[in-house]
Structure formats: structure tokens, C-alpha cells
């Protein structure tokens, strides 16, 4: 069973949205894949569709960096399972850094 493309939100806020354009919020359909969209894989995508400048800011490995907080729904993406957390139908992605330069 292959999962369809669905429409995502992902916003990034607290600095997260420069290495982005500064675009704060993207609408987004994923493509089809034959598993369930996770939150490994989604960063993957982010990296490679999304992320303008500057990656070590935001990714360190397969994850986010230290500094860069991450809620689904609200919630901290601890609670959730991490990057093994299977993305629902019209979840909120929502990555905010928590880095400020001084």
C-alpha cells in the first residue's frame, strides 16, 4: 500500500524561518511513498526541498540540532516519538529555534 500525497503545513519561527527565505509557513503536498510519512523522512524532504542556506544550522545528522524546537500539534515532539513519529492527515509541524546570536 502506498501512502498518497497529502498537503502539509510546516511553519518555522524564532530565527528558523531565515534559513528558509523567510517564509515562516509552507504549504506543501508530499509525494506518494510506500511507507507512511515520518518525521526522519520528512526532515530529509525539508532538507532537500525547503532549506535555503545554511543546513548545519538546522539538521545535525539525520535530526535537528540541538537549540531547534519541534512541536507536532503543540506538543513536544519528545512526547511523541521523535523522528519514528508517523505523520497523521493535517498534523502542524511547527520548528522553532531557540539560538540567538549576541
Not at 507536532?72 to 502542524?92: F, R, S, T, V
Amino acid at each position: 500500500v502506498t501512502s498518497s500525497p497529502s498537503v502539509r503545513s510546516f511553519c518555522f519561527r524564532g530565527g528558523a524561518e531565515l534559513l528558509f527565505d523567510g517564509v515562516k509557513k509552507h504549504q506543501v503536498t508530499l509525494p506518494s511513498q510506500p511507507e507512511p510519512w515520518d518525521i526522519r523522512n520528512l526532515l530529509k524532504w525539508i532538507k532537500t526541498n525547503l532549506l535555503k542556506e545554511r543546513p548545519e544550522l538546522f539538521m545535525q545528522g539525520e535530526s535537528v540540532r540541538p537549540g531547534i524546537l519541534v512541536l507536532i500539534n503543540d506538543a513536544d515532539w519528545e512526547l511523541m516519538g521523535e523522528l519514528d513519529y508517523k505523520l497523521q492527515d493535517q498534523d502542524n509541524v511547527l520548528f522553532i529555534s531557540t539560538l540567538h546570536g549576541g
